[in-house]
């Protein structure tokens, strides 16, 4: 069960960035650019270009860099200190506006100032109280037609299966997981699912447009883009993605094939 405290000591503390910068978990597209093009661009591409994006987690701006054309003012939150760091240096304060946040709310901003609220890669590892947290400040924060593009887990649609995976001793289990005979969890928060967002967010009059949910490294669907905003209630669409990671190997091999990174 990831806390805020633990990401905190792991992304801030234990992880090491040097030299790529999170470059690496975009290696099965070919690269963070064909990721973007082919992977995140054309989910969020009707939000853009905005006036405000606020990105959350934005680790050390692999998405950052792209957004930064997209919008008017582009402000970041990450509960790590270092990344921010990194952030400020990267792109420069004239450029982003740098918080570092609790991991929960977004008191920095005021309300009803936000365009668009993205966040890819980051909220995976945050656990429904904190995340129903953010919910509450996303409502806050976004004007009246403002949109959230949010990545976050599905782990908890499959507590059983999960439940026995963890009860495998250790060594057996990696082993397994390994060999793809069983799925890895990619350290994805249990206690979320897509459902539990969605009633979230309808809690705090939030309307879900759209739920995709998607595999990350096995079998099982265990990660979700939630498309959300405010505004009178709609129909979600929620959608069953098990060719994405088929995607990821078609760019890639485009990519390698006519040389593009
Ligand atoms: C796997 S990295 C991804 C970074 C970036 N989104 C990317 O895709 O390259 C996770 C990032 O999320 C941040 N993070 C984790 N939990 C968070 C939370 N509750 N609020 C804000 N940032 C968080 C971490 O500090 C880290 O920088």
Redesign the pocket.
């Known amino acids: 069960m990831p806390t ?1 405290e633990e ?2 000591a792991f ?2 503390d234990r992880f090491d960035w040097s030299n790529h910068r ?1 470059d690496v ?1 975009s290696r099965e597209w070919g690269g963070p650019t064909n990721q973007w093009y082919w992977c995140v661009y054309p989910r969020i591409r009707r939000q853009l270009p905005t006036g405000t994006i606020l990105e ?5 701006g ?2 950052t860099h792209f957004l930064l054309p997209y919008c008017e003012r582009l402000v970041l ?4 200190h270092r ?1 921010i760091e990194v952030c400020r240096d990267r792109f420069g304060k004239a450029a982003v506006e740098c918080h570092v ?1 609790d ?2 709310t977004l008191s920095f901003q005021e309300d009803e100032s936000v365009d668009f609220v993205f ?5 995976v ?2 656990e429904i109280l ?1 995340l129903t947290s953010y919910l509450k400040e996303v409502a806050r924060v976004l004007k009246p037609k403002g949109r959230a593009f949010l990545h976050h887990s599905n782990l908890g649609h499959y507590p059983r299966y999960y439940g026995l995976v963890n009860g495998i001793p250790g060594s057996l289990r990696t082993t397994l997981q390994g060999r793809g005979v069983l799925d890895f969890d990619g350290w994805r928060a249990l206690s979320v699912s897509a459902e539990k967002v969605r009633r979230g967010a309808e809690q705090e009059q939030l309307t879900v447009h759209s739920q995709e949910l998607v595999p990350w490294g096995g079998k099982r669907l265990i990660d979700c883009f939630t498309s959300l905003g405010k505004g009178t209630a709609a129909e979600t669409k929620v959608y069953e993605n098990h060719e994405f990671a088929e995607r990821a190997r078609e760019v890639k091999t485009i990519s390698d094939a006519y040389e593009i990174r």
């Not at 959350?56 to 050390?60: H, K, N």
């Not at 966040?119 to 909220?123: D, V």
């Open positions: 805020v990401n905190y992304w801030n999170g978990w959350i987690g934005p680790g050390q692999r998405w939150v990450d509960i790590s990344c946040g991991g929960r966040s890819f890669e980051s909220l590892h945050t904190d």
